[in-house]
């Protein structure tokens, strides 16, 4: 029996080349490449700045940091995400605040956010859950005449728009991450694109040490100086080239992932007992989620038939020990969270998946509904 992975990264042999060359050049780190991915993220998203980094969570770390946030200050974030996000807001000293999100989207919507605004709310990160834009506008109107911070997590967004204009413009700051199973991979690695100048150069020196002047801007070799604590955030050359490969073709590859969402939505079209979401032009189709009562017997199941898929999240974080914990949450507070976790089924959606596999996943699934 052929096993269906549930993601597999589009690298090719052009990919695995130019990584090769850069190993064997010895100039593994401060690249040309480091900028040329920058500059095609840039590109691609329309931002005006984009800053590479080690991770989405250092990316989110720095970001959470450069907005200022502090002991004494709130940050709101989804109940439904994954622990990176709220780890973030912890790293800083500021308090978590975990708003409910809606269902089937998985989204913190502007109604659930309201009713956690107090007059220490400095911030709020919104999460593009499997793809989905965010209610951008109606949020960032919201949060704009309350002077509070909106960052984005952009882990599933690359190629997600709200309104035509790419996830990650909305706020002061959006998060991309590149881990394996993304729509592109750096191995690991992120990025933050940002159109306010201010904020790209705090991030900028937070991701490297706090040193106010890169390797080329330097006239002599350790003129530089640091004024600021900082992070070893940085991305690798080779992870950069990496990027650079995928991020020029993307476009392609975002077009193979709205056929293979459509081919999903015409096999469960007629099937009553799966939720999902209904087909967007503004997704990034990370993964193509359904939700349904009998999840785990379905998991079982499609794991022993070597069908990979995964979840996107089982537990909200309001449920997760830490957090649990100190904030002494109650879980029934997040019921729509809770209700995620319990029947969401995240789909493989990449470039290599093939109809017929597609298919074959599909009456996997409707054979155990």
């Not at 912890?90 to 107090?118: C, H, Q, R, W």
């Not at 204009?165 to 706020?171: I, L, Q, T």
């Not at 159109?195 to 070799?221: M, P, T, V």
């Amino acid at each position: 029996m052929k096993e269906i992975k549930f993601s597999i990264p589009n690298i090719s042999k052009q990919n695995i080349n130019l990584v090769g060359k850069i190993i064997k050049s010895g100039w593994l780190t401060h690249g040309k490449y480091t900028t040329l991915f920058e500059d095609e993220v840039k590109k691609f998203t329309k931002a005006k700045f984009a800053i590479s980094v080690s991770s989405c969570t250092a990316g989110l770390h720095i970001s959470c940091l450069a907005s200022g946030f502090k002991k004494g200050d709130e940050v709101i974030v989804p109940a439904q995400t994954h622990t990176a996000t709220a780890h973030a807001v912890e790293y800083t000293g500021a308090t978590t605040i975990f708003a409910d999100v809606d269902y089937p989207s998985g989204n913190m919507s502007l109604k659930e956010i309201k009713k956690k605004v107090t007059k220490k709310t400095k911030g709020v990160i919104l999460v593009h859950m499997a793809g989905y834009p965010c209610e951008m506008e109606k949020i960032a109107r919201f949060c704009k005449k309350r002077k509070i911070i909106v960052l984005e997590d952009c882990a599933h967004a690359l190629g997600t728009y709200f309104k035509g204009v790419h996830a990650g413009n909305f706020g002061i700051s959006g998060s991309f991450s590149f881990y394996p199973t993304k729509q592109i991979t750096t191995g690991e690695g992120g990025i933050v694109i940002t159109n306010n100048e201010k904020f790209y150069k705090k991030i900028k020196k937070l991701k490297a040490f706090g040193i106010d002047k890169d390797i080329k801007d330097r006239k002599k070799q350790g003129d530089y100086d640091v004024k600021s604590l900082g992070f070893n955030y940085r991305m690798t050359d080779f992870q950069a080239a990496l990027g650079y490969c995928q991020i020029i073709n993307y476009h392609k590859n975002l077009k193979l992932r709205h056929l293979i969402a459509k081919r999903y939505i015409k096999n469960f079209s007629r099937i009553d007992k799966i939720t999902y979401m209904p087909y967007s032009n503004n997704s990034s189709f990370f993964v193509f989620q359904i939700f349904c009562k009998n999840r785990d017997k379905i998991l079982k199941n499609l794991k022993k038939n070597k069908i990979g898929v995964s979840v996107h999240y089982t537990n909200p974080l309001p449920k997760m020990s830490y957090y649990k914990n100190k904030y002494k949450l109650n879980i029934k507070n997040f019921k729509n969270a809770e209700k995620y976790g319990k029947s969401n089924i995240s789909l493989p959606v990449y470039p290599k998946l093939k109809k017929q596999e597609v298919d074959k996943i599909c009456k996997a699934i409707i054979k155990l509904i």
